[in-house]
């Protein structure tokens, strides 16, 4: 069996990773430049999508910011879990909202903004304060604006219009603000029976738009209403693979902010803390194969690097933590790898991630210290 993955980042590496046990191999096709890479070395293996997609059994996605052409040519080869139509769902925020509406679960109001007038109009519904996002291209906080007040309005406009006339069929999205309490995520794999396993919700801090600090946690309340409004999204796309979904929790309240068709950076932390990780179950569900067991062994949190590319030592002398490097070159920020903490119980996971963050350079990992 051999998987075929779009996009040969961090992700596509962590799938070959854990698919080689179950005897699946994997490839990745650099969307950018077109090449067929070997997903951990890099080593060109070919060139052009047809070769990719005559080479793959199964083809997956690792981001949603596919260009449509390279999946629709992939779907017409019968190949593609999840489909394509799934992963232009998480690429576009107009088809996400579309979506959660269908799905009836809870996301925060909104009005589509494609001209002055229709900013006018969204101040009216929505209200302020308002966060603002490009509906095409938006990730990790970027092409975003907060509007807290009148007097924003016309320089607020000046760029989102400057970001509107950039980008073909750009428009923006209009959000009433959220007040939550937290963020938390729950990724879960679908296979094409139907069957749905999730993961523990985790807990999510973000640093300047990025993910930072993710925790499993085990909240019963919480994590009955993220199952539910998870099977009511996965149904409706008849999805095939592994998703996430990022809540607001509001006073006990979850509500969608936004979702991920692929393994998800909030799921890392079942390398070490889950029976199955995220990588295998996404690689199970769409290879046809049981989907693994979800359970919780151990509580943990992951840690993203963000623009550092060594660690002391002693972090990787300590036993309950594990490093993963994805072999990038330094930039600043750049989601470099990352470390997962364990404990034996909670009260340990606690003793253990302030014992390393004692070991790490505070400017560099801003959210051990706010946690
Ligand atoms: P997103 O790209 O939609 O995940 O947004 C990036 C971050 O902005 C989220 O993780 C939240 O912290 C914040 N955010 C997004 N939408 C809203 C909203 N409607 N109200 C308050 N904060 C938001």
Redesign the pocket.
Known sequence: MQVLVLGAGQLARMMALAAAPLNIKTIAFDVNSEAIVEPLTQTKLGQGLEFAIEQADVITAEFEHVPHPVLDACQASGKLLPSAEAIKTGGDRRIEKALLDRAQVAN?KYALIRNQDDFKAAIEYVGLPM?L?STLG????KG?WRLTSTQQVETTWLEMEACISAQDSQAIIA??????DR?VSLVGARNSKGEIVVYPLAENV?TN?VLSLSTAIEDKALQGQAKQMFTAVAECLDYVGVLAL?F?DVQGKLMV??IAPRVHNSGHWTQQGAETCQFENHMRAVCGLPLGSTEMLRPTSMINILGEDCLPQTVLAMSQAHVHWYGKDKRPGRKMGHINVSGKDEADRKAQLEAITKLLDPKAYPALSQK
């Open positions: 925060a966060v996002k938006g990730y990790d906080g975003q959000e009433e603000f959220v007040a939550f963020e973000h738009g990022e607001f902010n936004e």
